[in-house]
């Protein structure tokens, strides 16, 4: 009989799985987080399953609770590409101050990440513009610099709208 219910238990995580793929496929997020869900059920230690539905709250405008479902992740396994989803999660909901030191570690790890780079940038200088005594790039704006004209050199994509910035800062 146990073997017997596992087997369905593996069937109901490849079904719901596959369900979810289809759900987020045609832009059906919150179903897809459900069928997900349905899957952590019998196999609650699922990371793929786990990272799939974060990805689909952060785009269904349920940030916080995709960084809560990634940190409990974390506590199982931890990894770069997991630190990077929680940043992106945090940052989405507005913990900025919490975003960017994921965003930096992120960074040292590899410098050519152009899309953490970026988003460090938005969220530090928000911080930085907005004159706010507790972010470390009101206390070291010259680290902001590094970053914008490192994000510039590497052409990233939005690099005009970085330059813009790196104007502003180069004048004060």
Known sequence: AATLIGAAGGILVVVAIRVGGCEAALGGDRQAVGAWRTALIPEPEAPLVRRLAADALVRGDEPG????????????????DLERRRALALAQAGRATDALPLLEAVLEKDPADLAALYLVLRLAFDEYARGEGES?????????????????AAK????EVVARWLRFLEKR
């Open 156 to 159: 990233g994509p939005q690099q």
């Open 136 to 152: 470390p790039f009101a206390r070291d704006p010259e680290r902001l610099e590094r970053y914008a004209r490192s994000y510039v």
């Open 65 to 80: 609770e995709a960084a809560t479902l990634l940190d409990e992740e974390r506590q199982r396994r931890p990894g770069p």
